[in-house]
């Protein structure tokens, strides 16, 4: 846990769940990991942490759902759906 990432680990030679999910995504490699709504399939260390450096929040008026960096105290975002400013007070 060297970066402090928070996770839950799923076994899809155990858990019929997370391999039916991953038959429904069309996702046929392992490792994969779901972040908010990407999908990285192999061990893309860097991929992941940019992901993981973000959190998701949802538009108020589209309720798409926004990536934003959560080391910022302020942010105004732009829903990239329907254009809406999304504004994140992080203090």
Known sequence: MQNRIHYIEKDINYDH??????ARKNISGVPA?????????????????????HRVVECQVCHTKVRVPINKANIIAKCPKCKSKIEINHR
């Open 17 to 22: 769940e997370a391999r039916s999910e991953m």
């Open 33 to 53: 990991f779901f972040i908010g709504e990407d999908i990285v399939v192999g061990l893309d260390k860097e991929k992941i942490l940019k992901l993981v450096d």
